[in-house]
């Protein structure tokens, strides 16, 4: 299962004219971002037996580093739970640590490969994908991952909100039609997302 270096948001401004353009747009939606490390969460069982792992799961950020984070008994048996098949990538944020009071949290958004496959499909089917394996947050939760939510409009509203949690960054809006663009050697910026983040951060996606 090759590595591919996840898409990264537009960064725009709370002001932009966009968020206001977006907002009212039906194929666009909003997920809230967090403040943590870019995960790529592989369970396959090849890159398991060269790199540290974690019952064949393998944690890496964004620039393809195998990270030196350990997951709790706990968040492993959850992981476990959901049994996420062999050769798949799914896309996250790992909330350990950066936050006061906030550790071993999974925040799934998207997912690049599935069985061995690159998914090529749109964002909305992405979706689908990935409430299959970890359940529809409206009906499902649990302790150590959590599923992105989606919210479809009022952007400017729910960005005033957001930023008021301290593990909140902010925004990324997204249309559902995106597709991921493939990239062996670096993070590109895709069209499709958009990050509306806190004022005073100077943290990098």
Known sequence: MLYFYPNKPILIQPTDLLVGEKSR?????AEIKKNGTRLALRNDKNEASQLHSYDGFVFMNGDKEVLKYEPSPE???????FKIPLSTHIDAEL???KT????HLIYIYDIYWYKGVQVLEPLSVRRRMIEDIFGDTLTRTYKHFELAKVYPDNFEELFKLVIVQSENEGLVLKDRRGLIVWNLKKRLEVAWQLKIRKPSESYRF
């Open 25 to 29: 747009d039906p194929l666009w939606w």
């Open 75 to 81: 968040v492993r048996e959850e992981l476990n739970s």
């Open 95 to 97: 909330l350990h640590q």
């Open 100 to 103: 006061k009071n906030i550790k």
